[in-house]
Structures are given as C-alpha cells and as structure tokens.
C-alpha cells in the first residue's frame, strides 16, 4: 500500500514562510507526477505545484514566484517551499502521487497538513 505523508504546515504571519514536506513509501519517480494541492475551506481542491517524473515542474498563476516545488529522488520525499504567505493561502495541503496504469492513472493522496495564514 503505498503512503504519501504530509509534514511542515502550521500557523505563520502575512508575509512569513514555510516549507511542506512529503514522504513517500516507495521512488517518487514511480509515480508520473507528484503534487501539491490545497483546499480551503468551503472551496474544491485545486491544484498548487507539480512535478513531473522527468523534473518538469509547474505553479499555479495564484503562487508563482512566492512557491516552489521540488524534490529528493534518493529520500523520496516532495517539498514546497511557500514565501511570501498570504491569508489567501490558508488551507489544508495535500499530496497527490499520480501512477502510470495502462487505462487511467492512478491517484495515491496524503491525509493533508494545514497551514494557516494569519496575524
């Protein structure tokens, strides 16, 4: 069974950073893509960040230039370093592992870590 585990949120003041962490049970680089999505309340998730197996990465319009997805290939772990908070951004991030399968992709999802914005 695989397992995506999400660390690093928390509360931060309007202007403040933090950085989100997941963990991967086997090579990211199984997966097709990893990403970072977020859902705040009363809203649908929407996609944040991704990467690619290949290292392609893309951002959302909403945090590009203030976010940045990476990752760790030999720890198997993604990360988004999030600058430049906004109250805008509080909301529960999640990550997504996206797997090959000869029909549909699979999508494997972490149980969310909360960040919260505010003074």
């Known amino acids: 069974q695989v397992q995506l585990v999400e660390s690093g949120g928390g509360l931060v003041q309007p202007g403040g950073s933090l950085t989100l962490a997941c963990a991967a049970s086997?090579?990211?680089?199984?997966?097709?893509?990893m990403a970072w999505y977020r859902q705040a309340p009363g809203t649908q998730r929407e996609l944040v960040a991704a990467i690619t197996s290949g290292g392609f990465t893309t951002h959302a319009d909403s945090v590009k230039g203030r976010f940045t997805i990476s990752r760790d290939t030999v720890k198997d772990m993604v990360y988004l370093q999030m600058n430049s908070l906004e109250p805008e951004d509080t909301a529960v991030y999640y990550c997504?592992?996206?797997?090959?399968?000869?029909?549909?992709?699979?999508?494997?999802w972490g149980q969310g870590t909360q960040v919260t914005v505010s003074s």
């Open positions: 086997r090579s990211i680089l199984s997966f097709n893509v």
């Open positions: 997504k592992g996206q797997e090959r399968r000869p029909l549909v992709p699979y999508d494997y």
